[in-house]
């Protein structure tokens, strides 16, 4: 079983930054691929990053593309989300997640997901 617990959510103004944590349980989340999802009142929840095990091969969503970057520390047991720039349609409720299989694969639907944290609230004012 792996325990996740995201922290970093804030209110920031438009154009601001805001960096994300994930911060795991577990030995073995290094071998996990990590995901970070987001989900705004009224909508799905949508796939917004993704990285490997080691990190060296991440996959964004086409709306965070050059403002948003995933990274991981394993030694720390903890994946981050950098978000720049951010804007008016990217304030939502930010889930990490984690995916116990061992794959090369940076799935981007929840259903691929085996492990949720409780989400932080991003709040972007104009």
């Known amino acids: 079983q792996v325990q996740l617990v995201e922290s970093g959510g804030g209110l920031v103004q438009a154009g601001g930054s805001l960096r994300l944590s994930c911060a795991a349980s577990?030995?073995?989340?290094?071998?996990?691929?990590m995901g970070w999802f987001r989900q705004a009142p009224g909508k799905e929840r949508e796939f917004v990053a993704a990285?490997?095990?080691?990190?060296?091969?991440?996959y964004y969503t086409d709306s965070v593309k050059g403002r948003f970057t995933i990274s991981r520390d394993n030694a720390k047991n903890t994946v981050y989300l950098q978000m720049n720039s951010l804007k008016s349609e990217d304030p939502a409720v930010y889930f990490c997640a984690a995916n116990r299989a061992v794959t090369t694969v940076l799935h981007t639907h929840r259903r691929d997901y085996d492990y949720w944290g409780q989400g932080t609230q991003v709040t972007v004012s104009s």
């Open positions: 577990g030995r073995t989340f290094s071998s996990y691929v």
């Open positions: 990285i490997s095990w080691r990190g060296g091969s991440t």
